[in-house]
């Protein structure tokens, strides 16, 4: 069992930056890949970025390429988020996943394990 908490949620204006925290339990951390999605009030829960066991290989939404980068510490079994240039459209509840495939995926399904999420909000 794999249990995540997400922190460094909270409110920002338009244009500020946020960094956004996953620690994970567990000893095979390192093993897994690990995923960032987001559900907006009214809307599906969609893909945000990706990263693969070692993090040499990412994946981004369009919407966020460029803005966002995903980034893990094996040795502190965390994963970040840190998010720049944000948007009012970036407003959601981010959730943190952990696949027990090594590879990255935007596919929610591949994913095994969910923390709690947490709320950004974006002021315009």
């Known amino acids: 069992q794999v249990q995540l908490v997400e922190s460094g949620g909270g409110l920002v204006q338009a244009g500020g930056s946020l960094r956004l925290s996953c620690a994970a339990s567990g000893r095979t951390f390192s093993s897994y890949a690990m995923g960032w999605f987001r559900q907006a009030p009214g809307k599906e829960r969609e893909f945000v970025a990706a990263?693969?066991?070692?993090?040499?290989?990412?994946y981004y939404a369009d919407s966020v390429k460029g803005r966002f980068t995903i980034s893990r510490d094996n040795a502190k079994n965390t994963v970040y988020l840190q998010m720049n240039s944000l948007k009012p459209e970036d407003t959601a509840v981010y959730y943190c996943?952990?696949?027990?495939?090594?590879?990255?995926?935007?596919?929610?399904?591949?994913?095994?394990?969910w923390g709690q999420g947490t709320q950004v909000t974006v002021s315009s």
């Open positions: 990263i693969n066991w070692s993090g040499g290989s990412t």
């Open positions: 996943a952990a696949s027990k495939s090594p590879y990255g995926s935007s596919w929610s399904a591949k994913y095994d394990y």
